[in-house]
């Protein structure tokens, strides 16, 4: 038994305080000291500048000890000294692992230096603003904007219990609003703090998350407007002070209503207390309200210039702060809000406008000037521009509103008197009518925001968010400040009183036997304030005094309180006292107290106001006859006055009512406020002011300290320090503390095992106790564990170093033994080999010896035999060199004869040779004589030289056009080639006839040689002209040296440009090859992009589509839910299958029940409300036009991918004649036949219904003989068709022969240029000569054109032998299509003529790579368009012929019918034997099942509706129901009945979604109906008729398609119903999981003994929901195996399996993720391990089930690299680069995150640096990515269903008696 006196608080201002127990006091001293007498330990000691400072204890203290040995952090030794009195110890530092905690109250040592810590921890370091304490929210203003409350996390608390997450303000309203649905009781939220610590925010972010949450239960958007009623209240309520830039300035409590199904159905906002005094004041730094600088900032706007406003440093009560403007605020913007947020409140724009122009008439007021006429009156100068202004916009007079500001009326008993006012007086009067306005417009703007959010529908429950100001203190504080702390006392009253009473439950409910603990109770301190004859009681006294003043009722307070011990008079000062509040101590200064508790206002300026031709002015005066008393009205009541729902008091007692003071109202509004509060749920959220700067995350100690004295939080650790502060569950500390106990104290039952072992671990049992669940703990109890565990993990390491060194030295003593036996044996080992050794080299050297001396004898030996040889050599060499000598001479003499023989022949030789030459020499001389004459004559010319130049100019001009035209003459020369060859022969003949000619000639020249002598003669006159000659001509020499040097220098000039001509033209041909190859790879890279993006497009509008589906289901069955609560008031509608999705579709069902349902639907609606409704049918039909429009856009963009494909082909694609005009030919032909064809079937339709049934079918019949001409119609049709097409193949083929001939045939006819004659007999020699060069170069021109020949001869040969194989071919091809049927003949024909031209255009463009690639693919894709336009027409062919055997088959059977009872079998010899007559067997099944239409309702109620999936799954084959279903369909598809194809098909899709809806959250029976769905999807596609599904049929399935009905637009609506199925399986399957997920993945440890949990603090109890069980990974698996096995046994497509399953990991991931990024407790690494180990376990499941590569792995990613993360090293440069490497799945937010919440477990884990995390988001600075914190639990990949056709054969399906649908026919 424990028992607690109360106790006070000691003086805030003191360094510390001592809050502890009566009874315990000692035995707490003793525990401290028995913990701190070691060296070592860490306390805190007070400091003057952090508050408390950490310091560590150098020397063991001792009791008696006057003083402790410290040092501290910095490394500074000091000594403190000890309370002499007390004896007090410092307070104790709880352990590092407890530091930085989610709850205060999980610290084992709970005192304010722990808190103070651990809130500069989070803060600081872990940027983590949100912390509890116990049921306190403690909320630090971090003064930045934190991505923590955007949807994603609303969503991750939503469900989830408070102590499960890290601290949020979600928590705090996600509690509420669970424990307002659980316990049927409203709940309130108190938000609380001083100015600047982010009430506002708080409270604004807990209304966000009811709107958000909990929804709206109309169409109205409530949720919307009680947002939007946030910045309305802002403007009009907040200000700008020196501690906070939007600081609300008044109270405010805001009811959001809630409906019997909890959605938000209005709200109701109760304001307090407003501010008035500062729309006309403000102190420096200070702003008026927000609405005034608003206005004024906007006043360049056309819509305010009636307002004549301008800026806001023009008016009095805007300038006086000297700060209108703030830093990153808008005032523009800000007022653009605020009209939209009007708006959407339903305040039009006309009571805007009205608003604003009061607003601007308040400012206009504020500047009248009133100066003194003497010194009892004042007056206003004439025609004041202000007072005309403030006059023109409220609409009043300007004589009055100037009379009444300097005047006023005194009444008496009998008379009335006007009296002068001063000057001041008249300025406090202007001040109190701009207040009295500018409350009223207050009151009227509060009052229809009420209006705007009142509920139409009942309330059942409510939660309010208080936002009230907190305790302040000043350097000057007034009536205001007086006020707030008095409503914070009576808060603080009941904060405590609930928090007692919390703490003294929780003991009860766990049986702890304990007495009332006493609390600090400031019950004193409101006896003071509000107290017969307290200070209020005292004010409103003095206020009803006639002469009643400040400085009076202070000298009452110093009488009446001075034996008050919480009261107390200044030294200083006569006109101020001090209240010793809970907080603080606080000194009021008593001036302007009794004006403001008064509020009076000038009655006769209120008339004044009330004659205003301005209607917003006077409805906002209309009460003022209630209003407007000498006292004043309430400020703050807000738009209702009143707190409770009370009904209205008589006139009589509203006249009294209105008597009351400013104080007094506010009394009694704060009474029915905490009677309010009282009677719900509070939830406490203290928000703490970290700095005074507005720094973002800064911290000031001082300024935080203060704030917990005064906002309870520390209040909060005194009442739970002074019990059991510590909670364990049993299961919890065994988990903890397993490692102090031994192997025999562990017993089953693990609440005897704990409480063994702490009667073993802490021997006082005071100490601890137990509970039912939970073991308490005293303060220091939990350390003192700590320290034992420590202790012990600590020995258990030391023991396991003790054996791993014992270990390692035995290993390395071991090593070195076996070294030195190793050592030993090879020592040994080297002696034996020198032994050895020296053995060997003994023995060696006797044998060296032996052949040493053998050597020698043998050298001695073989020099005797040298010696010998070489005299041998010497004397045989001697006589052979004699002999060589003789030979030589002999030989020597004949060669001198030889050579001197040949001399003289040479000689007679040359001499001859010489005469020769000189008579050469003699003619040519008379040659060169002739020719020189010649030039002679040429060079006295100087035109000569001109035409020489002229033509070397013309000559090099020929040259360059040479070089360009030398490609075309290449052309040319081939053909000149071809033509001399053909001259070749007749110029040889020529040739030979000349050479005998010249034979003759040179006979000639012989016989004239006798001529010589006498041209002798002349020789030797030719001599001296030859010397005159030789000058000339060496004159004429040098001038042709020097033009033949010119001439080459041209020459190598242009040769050198034609070279680089050459180079430049290949350079270029080399560079439009590699751009022709770049532009190539460009538009391939292009168009794989291009196809890409296009591919993404689709996957992203695909998604859309679904979510689109989603939203149009949802509607759906919030529309059917309408309705029923619409139909049935009282009683349960009956189920009806009609759907709102035939509306969609445009399908009428047949069900009698859904149109009885529909007309008693509308029975009951009938004259009600319908807007709703309507509103519904609405957005239903937007919904479809949507839908339409994206399923539009979908195709548009699939044709736009297609055109983008023709675009690109159709710039490659050269246009074939011959093909397309065959192609359009057969198109044509093929129409044509295709319209006879319908013609004749509808003749014989015609005919066939023209007739009776007995005479229809008849042989000579009319409908018989047409049947008949018709089908030998179409067997000649299809005759002429044949050889029309190969006419038209060898039409082909003979223009291709001509093309090619005509490409032939093109070449010019060579022309051989004549040669010209010679002309003189002496040129016939040089001319012979001039041809022997011309046979030579002919002979190689020749030999080369033999050889281009040759090799044309083999190419030509081997192109007649592939005419030869194409021929045969061809012949083969014919022959075959010979035998094929006739209809299959003109598709082969077609193919291999397509086929025939694609090689030939192939093989023309062989030559260019580029052009080859560019007409395959135009080629290809040519063919592709041909073969889909023939097999379209096919496709309608079949179609028709189909129907015509059908009915062929009809007349067969009736006319057989009629042949068997009218013939005689001799007759029946004789008629012709048609194959169409031959009917079929009965027993032969088609796969089809007949039904009745009146069976139908039954069909689909048992096959459907009434079905069992389990016994379905298990009996039968999967995919029975839509087996039967599609042989139903085919029935009907058979016989051609529209009306039955069409119901059967809407019937089924409304059951399926009927079944759906009553049974969707049964997984087996959607995944049972997912699998049907789809396998009737692909029926559907696999029967069409359509090539593309009938690849993989059977030719019996072939025959089994469907024949009369196209049923592509039914496919998408039955694709779009699976998209809707696949879609509710997830959401089961989701719903499902959800619950284990975090059990199972982060808080179940799968290896036991890795980590252990760490103390969890007061959250852990006030869970909404109670613990019901562990899921494990085990559970998971298990369900996971139960989803896969379901859906195997269901026939589920193995491709949608996998992306079922990839989904279901993707969930799973992200559901993990998600809170371990919001759980700091689950930050560890010991975490991370086991989240390692889960997804191992996950990945072995996917590989044992095949499903590795369905992308399910991948999904799970983040979650890995996040447990990556949390194990890795995190303390140098090298780790961030690993991290930042390893880290690429997760965003930096998250990665930083994670970091910020990494939490040791154990004390040998360290903590991750703030620099650390510094590098890591510097280096991640660049990375792009979402910002994001958390995924994105709700995505839904794109689903896709691929074609699966079945093998199985429909007429082989046998259907089961357990079905009930005997009354099936099988067909």
Not at 70 to 88: C, I, R, S, V, Y
Not at 446 to 459: F, G, I, T, Y
Not at 1846 to 1854: D, N
């Amino acid at each position: 038994m424990i028992q607690l006196q109360r106790v006070s608080w000691e003086d805030p201002g003191k360094k510390f305080f001592v809050a502890v127990e009566m009874d315990s006091t000692q035995q707490l001293s003793d525990n401290i000291s028995e913990l701190a007498i070691f060296k070592c330990a860490r306390v805190w000691i007070p400091d003057v500048e952090e508050v408390w400072k950490s310091a560590e204890l150098t020397k063991d203290y001792k009791n008696g000890d006057a003083s402790l040995q410290l040092m501290l952090e910095d490394g500074a030794n000091l000594e403190h000294k000890l309370d002499p009195k007390t004896k007090n110890l410092p307070y104790l530092r709880n352990p590092d692992i407890l530091v930085g905690e989610n709850d205060l109250t999980a610290l084992s040592y709970l005192h304010e230096p722990a808190v103070l810590h651990n809130l500069k921890v989070r803060f600081i370091d872990s940027k983590l603003i949100y912390t509890y304490c116990g049921i306190v929210l403690v909320a630090i203003n971090p003064y930045e904007t934190l991505p923590i409350y955007g949807t994603d996390i609303i969503n991750a608390y939503s469900g989830q219990n408070m102590g499960d997450m890290d601290p949020h303000i979600f928590a705090v309203a996600e509690e509420a609003y669970k424990q307002m649905a659980r316990d049927e009781r409203n709940q309130s939220i108190i938000v609380s703090g001083e100015s600047g610590a982010g009430k506002t925010v708080s409270a604004k972010y807990a209304m966000r998350y009811f709107a958000t949450v909990s929804g709206s239960a109309s169409e109205a958007n409530v949720e919307e407007k009680v947002l939007a009623s946030n910045p309305i209240m802002e403007s009009i309520g907040n200000a700008k002070t020196t501690r906070n830039d939007n600081s609300s300035r008044f109270g405010k409590y805001i009811e959001i209503g809630f409906d019997n199904r909890y959605r938000i159905i209005g709200a109701n906002m109760r304001t307090y207390l407003l501010e008035k005094s500062r729309v006309v004041f403000q102190a420096d730094e200070e702003r008026n309200y927000h609405i005034f600088y608003q206005l004024c900032a906007s006043s360049h706007l056309p819509e305010f210039k009636n307002l004549k406003l301008s800026k806001a440093n023009d008016f009095l009560y805007t300038q006086q702060g000297r700060s209108p403007v703030i830093d990153g605020v808008d005032d523009t913007k800000e007022l653009c809000n605020t009209r939209n947020a009007f708006s959407l409140l339903g305040i039009n724009e006309s009571y805007q406008m009205g608003l604003f122009q009061v607003l601007a008439a308040i400012l206009h007021l504020g500047n009248v000037e009133i100066k003194d006429k003497d010194s009892d009156s004042s007056m206003i100068p004439p025609n004041n521009d202000h007072l005309t202004k403030f006059c023109e916009l409220v609409g009043i007079t300007y004589k009055d509103m100037a009379q009444w500001l300097c005047h006023r009326k005194l009444k008496t008993a009998s008379e009335t008197y006007i009296k002068t006012i001063p000057r001041l007086q008249a300025t406090n009067a202007r001040d109190a009518l701009s207040k009295h306005i500018y409350a009223k417009l207050f009151n009227w703007i509060v009052e229809h925001v009420n209006k705007a959010l009142v509920a139409n529908l009942k309330q059942h429950s409510f939660i309010g968010v208080l936002d009230i100001y907190g305790f302040e203190t000043f350097e000057i504080n007034s009536f205001e400040q007086f006020c707030i702390n008095y409503a914070n006392e009576k808060l603080q009253q009941q904060f405590n009183m609930h928090v007692f009473k919390l703490e003294q439950e929780e003991y009860m409910k766990e049986q702890i036997p304990w007495t009332l603990i006493d609390f600090y109770d400031n019950q004193p301190c409101i006896n003071l304030i509000e107290a017969k004859m307290g200070i209020l009681d005292l004010l409103d006294e003095e206020c009803r005094m006639p002469k009643g003043s400040d400085d009076s009722w202070a000298q009452k307070l110093y009488t009446h309180l001075k034996t008050c011990s919480l009261f107390e008079k200044p030294r200083m000062s006569n006109r101020a006292f001090i209240i010793q509040h809970f907080a603080d101590k606080v000194e009021y200064q008593c001036e302007g107290f009794l004006e403001k508790n008064k509020d009076t206002v000038n009655e006769e300026q209120i008339k004044v106001l009330k004659g205003s031709k301005f209607d917003l002015l006077v409805e906002l005066f209309k009460d003022e006859g209630k209003a407007t008393s000498p006292t004043g009205q309430a400020p703050g009541t807000g738009g209702r006055t009143r707190l409770s729902v009370k009904p209205d008091k008589s006139r009589d007692t509203s006249t009294k009512e209105h008597k009351k003071t400013v104080g007094c109202q506010f009394r009694n509004s704060l009474q029915m406020l905490m009677e309010t509060l009282n009677a719900t749920t509070p939830h406490y959220v203290r928000c703490i002011k970290p700095n005074d700067f507005k720094q973002a995350f800064s911290f000031d100690p001082k300024r935080a300290v203060q704030q917990l004295r005064a906002c309870g939080v520390l209040e909060t650790i005194r009442i739970s320090a002074a019990g059991f502060p510590s909670r364990w569950t049993y299961q919890e500390f065994f988990s903890r503390y397993r490692v102090l106990m031994k192997q025999k104290d562990v017993l089953s039952d693990k609440k005897l095992t704990c409480r063994n072992v702490l009667e073993k671990l802490v021997q006082d049992q005071d100490k601890y106790q137990f509970g039912k669940t939970k073991i308490f703990f005293r303060a220091g109890q939990v350390a003192y564990l700590e320290k034992l565990r420590a202790d012990k993990l600590r020995a258990a390491c030391i023991r396991i170093q003790k054996t791993i060194r014992c270990w390692l030295a035995r290993k390395k003593y071991m090593r070195m033994r076996d070294a030195a036996i190793t050592i030993q044996r090879f020592t040994r080992g080297y002696q034996a080999r020198c032994l050895a050794k020296f053995m060997r080299r003994t023995q060696a050297a006797i044998v060296i010896q032996k052949y040493q001396k053998m050597y020698v004898a043998r050298k001695h030996y073989r020099q005797k035999q040298a010696a010998a040889l070489a005299i041998q050599t010497i004397l045989r060499a001697y006589m052979a060199r004699q002999k060589y000598l003789a030979l030589l001479r002999e030989h020597k003499a004949v060669i001198i004869q030889k050579r001197a023989r040949g001399w003289l022949a040479r000689r007679w030789y040359k001499r001859c040779l010489s005469s020769i030459v000189y008579l050469q020499c003699c003619i040519r001389r008379m040659r060169a004589r002739r020719e020189l004459k010649k030039l002679k004559i040429e060079a006295r010319s100087v035109e000569h030289f001109k035409k020489l130049n002229k033509g070397m100019e013309n000559k090099i001009m020929q040259l360059q056009r040479k070089v360009d035209e030398q490609t075309k003459e290449n052309k040319s020369v081939n053909e000149r080639l071809a033509g001399l060859a053909n001259t070749y022969t007749t110029e040889s003949e020529r040739l030979r006839g000349e050479l005998g000619r010249l034979r003759g000639v040179e006979e000639e020249a012989r016989s004239k040689g006798n001529q010589v002598n006498c041209l002798l003669e002349e020789l030797e006159k030719l001599k001296k002209e030859l010397s005159t000659t030789q000058q000339e001509k060496k004159i004429i020499e040098d001038w042709v040296q020097t033009y033949r040097g010119e001439m080459e220098k041209m020459v190598s000039e242009l040769k050198d440009q034609n070279g680089l001509l050459k180079k430049e033209k290949d350079d270029l041909n080399r560079s439009i090859q590699e751009q022709s190859q770049q532009m190539t790879e460009k538009m391939a890279r292009a168009i794989a992009a291009e196809t890409q993006q296009l591919e993404t497009d689709l996957n992203e509008e695909r998604s859309r589509y679904q979510n689109l589906l989603t939203e149009h289901l949802r509607l759906e069955e919030k529309y059917d839910d309408l309705k029923e609560r619409i139909s049935k008031p009282g009683h349960r509608r009956t189920d009806s299958t009609h759907s709102s999705n035939e509306s969609e579709y445009t399908y009428n069902s047949e069900f009698a029940e859904s149109e009885e349902g529909s007309r008693a639907v509308e029975d009951l609606t009938r004259g009600m409300d319908t807007s709703l409704t309507l509103k519904l049918q609405k957005r239903l039909t937007e919904l479809e036009q949507e839908k339409q429009s994206l399923r539009n856009e979908l195709e548009n963009k699939e044709e736009q991918f297609q055109r983008a494909r023709a675009r690109d082909e159709s710039e490659l694609k050269k246009v074939r004649g011959a093909e397309l005009e065959y192609e359009s030919l057969k198109r044509q032909e093929l129409e044509s036949e295709n319209k006879k064809l319908k013609h004749n079937l509808a003749e014989m339709r015609q005919s066939l219904l023209g007739g009776t049934a007995a005479s229809a079918g008849a042989p000579g019949s009319p409908a018989y003989k047409v049947l008949l001409d018709q089908l030998n119609s179409s067997s000649e049709e299809l005759e002429v068709r044949k050889e029309e097409v190969l006419i038209l193949r060898s039409q082909l083929v003979s223009q291709k022969e001509a093309m090619q001939h005509k490409e032939t045939m093109t070449e010019v006819a060579v022309h051989v240029e004549d040669i010209s004659k010679l002309k003189d007999a002496d040129e016939l020699k040089q001319a012979y000569i001039g041809l022997k060069d011309t046979n030579r170069l002919l002979e190689h021109q020749l030999q080369t054109q033999r050889r281009n020949y040759d090799s044309e001869v083999e190419s030509l040969r081997g192109e007649l032998q592939n005419v030869k194989e194409e021929n045969n071919r061809q012949q083969q091809l014919l022959a075959q299509n010979l035998q094929l049927p006739p209809e299959a003949r003109i598709e082969a024909s077609l193919q291999h003529e397509i086929t025939r031209l694609t090689n030939e255009n192939l093989e023309q463009v062989a030559d260019d790579p580029a052009a080859s690639r560019e007409a395959r693919v135009v080629i290809l894709r040519r063919m592709v368009d041909l073969m889909e336009q023939l097999e379209k027409q096919d496709r309608t062919i079949r179609k028709l012929k189909k129907q015509l055997k059908v009915y062929s088959k009809r007349i067969g059977e009736m006319g057989a019918g009629q042949a068997e009872g009218q013939t005689s079998p001799g007759q029946m010899v004789d008629e012709p034997i048609h194959p169409v007559n031959i009917p079929r067997r009965e027993k032969d099944f088609q796969g089809m099942l007949e039904y009745k239409k009146e069976d139908e309702l039954k069909l689909v109620k048992n096959l459907i509706l009434e079905l069992k999936p389990r016994g379905v799954a298990v009996n039968l084959i999967p995919g029975l129901p839509a087996f039967i279903l599609f042989m139903c369909l085919r029935h009907a598809d058979y016989v051609n009945d529209d009306q039955k194809v069409r119901t059967l098909l809407t019937s089924t899709i409304n059951s399926i979604k009927k079944i759906l809806k009553k049974r969707g959250d049964d997984f087996e029976t959607v995944s049972f109906w997912l699998a049907n769905t789809c396998r009737f999807l692909h029926c559907l596609k696999q029967y069409s008729g359509d090539e593309v599904f009938m690849k993989q049929n059977t030719s019996r399935q072939n025959e089994h398609c469907l024949s009369n009905f196209d049923l592509t637009e039914y496919r998408s609506v039955i694709s779009d119903l699976a998209i809707q199925i696949y879609q509710q399986l997830i959401k089961c399957m989701e719903h499902i999981l959800y619950p284990m997920i975090v059990s199972g993945m982060l808080e179940h440890e799968t290896i036991q003994g890795v980590s252990g949990a760490k103390p969890t603090g007061l959250r852990k109890r006030t869970s909404s929901i109670a613990d019901e069980g562990t899921d494990t990974l085990d559970s998971i698996l298990r369900q996971l195996n139960a989803f896969h096995s379901t859906m195997c046994q269901h026939g589920t497509d193995p491709e949608l399996i996998k992306q079922v399953v990839k989904q279901q990991f993707y969930f799973i991931g992200a559901v993990t993720l998600n809170n371990l990024l919001l759980r700091k407790d689950m930050c560890s690494w010991s975490k991370g391990m086991q989240i390692r180990y889960n997804v191992s376990q996950l990945e072995e499941w996917l590989r044992d089930k095949g499903l590795m590569n369905c992308g399910a792995k991948e999904t799970l990613e983040p979650l890995i690299q996040a447990a990556q993360l949390l194990q890795v090293k995190k303390k140098t440069d090298e780790d961030a680069d690993a991290i930042c490497s390893m880290c690429l799945a997760l965003t930096t937010a998250q990665i930083v995150k994670v970091l910020n919440l990494y939490t040791p477990v154990n004390e040998f884990e360290e903590r991750v640096s703030v620099s650390f995390i510094r590098t890591i988001q510097t280096r991640l600075r660049d990375r792009c990515g979402s910002p994001q914190l958390l995924m994105d639990t709700k995505i839904i990949y794109p689903i896709t269903f691929p074609f699966n056709p079945s093998s199985l054969a429909l007429e082989t399906i046998q259907i089961p008696s357990s079905l009930n649908l005997a009354f099936l026919t099988r067909v």
